[in-house]
């Protein structure tokens, strides 16, 4: 799919990053204690748009040589599912070209409708070109 070295964007999200409601707090595997979105949802979500990211990879090491790195995110995910106030937490990424469509690409993320905001506080997107494919990884 990315030509002849291999893609890998791992995506982690550390078991204690995510939380909603009014007051952030953790969210349990069911969906936490306001029915903000589980971790698993955020996951499915992310995972299903990783070509967009994948692409963002793609478009900087044939712009600058980009070779890789993470960056970690967080962000909010609305009620009805649009995200709102993504900042960068972390990067090793020395493209801020590669950033900046990443920073796009989870700003354009849909979430399924859930009864409550969902704080997503540390996801990391790791890109590698020498690693073996993986889809999704955790933690």
């Known amino acids: ?27 349990n595997a069911a969906g936490g204690p306001r029915h903000g979105l589980s971790r698993e949802a955020v996951d499915r979500a992310v995972t ?5 990211f994948g692409a963002c ?7 600058d040589g980009t070779t890789g790195g993470t960056l970690a995110l967080a962000w ?20 801020p070209t590669l950033a900046d469509c990443v920073l796009g690409a989870a700003r354009a993320l849909r979430f399924p409708a859930a009864h409550a905001r969902t704080r997503v ?19």
């Open 1 to 27: 799919m990315f030509g002849r070295n291999a893609l890998v964007m791992a995506i982690a999200l550390a078991a204690s990053a995510l939380s909603c409601g009014p007051h952030d707090e953790p969210v």
């Open 48 to 52: 299903a748009r990783q070509r967009s």
């Open 57 to 63: 990879y793609q478009a900087a090491r044939l712009g």
């Open 76 to 95: 909010t995910i609305e009620p009805d599912g649009r995200v709102t106030d993504v900042q960068i937490v972390s990067s090793t990424l020395a493209s």
């Open 121 to 139: 506080g540390h996801y990391p997107f790791v890109f590698d070109e020498t690693s073996p494919p993986i889809a999704s990884e955790r933690p």
